[in-house]
């Protein structure tokens, strides 16, 4: 069976290079499963879990949008922002959470970027809830 590869990157520097079995992508209207041999697509990411399995290991991140390209078995994910899910505090993520909700929103601009903010932030709580439960 042929494999994965994975190329996980920020703008700042490329996070993870690795083999997978499986991966799954948090895009904007949902979530896709990438498996060997998948036909090429390009699609823009949500807020949201990505996971790869490996040898019957599973490694989750929290990645904050961006853009994912798949072709000839090769996953290239581009994001601003990513954090391994074990290093995500639930606590911290609810706190964020209710700043975000708190947010001035008397503009639609500034209604825009709180509707932005509570949306990652819940996404966020919600990958760390899960990591805490696979711990």
Request: glycine content about 8%; charged content about 25%; proline content about 4%.
């Amino acid at each position: 069976m042929s494999e994965l590869q994975l190329i996980l990157v920020t703008p700042e520097e490329t996070v993870r290079d690795t083999q997978a079995d499986f991966v799954a992508l948090p895009l904007f209207d949902g979530e896709a499963g990438v498996a060997p041999g998948r036909s090429p697509m390009i699609g823009r990411l949500g807020f949201g879990e990505l996971r790869f399995r490996h040898g019957g290991e599973t490694t989750r991140y929290y990645v904050e949008g961006g853009f994912v390209q798949v072709a000839d078995n090769v996953v290239s994910v581009l994001t601003g922002r990513v954090v391994l899910a074990s290093q995500l505090d639930v606590d911290t993520a609810a706190e964020d959470l209710t700043a975000a909700r708190a947010r001035p929103a008397h503009t639609p601009e500034l209604m825009e970027i709180r509707d932005r903010s509570e949306l990652a932030a819940r996404a966020q709580l919600h990958v760390a809830r899960r990591a805490s439960l696979n711990a």
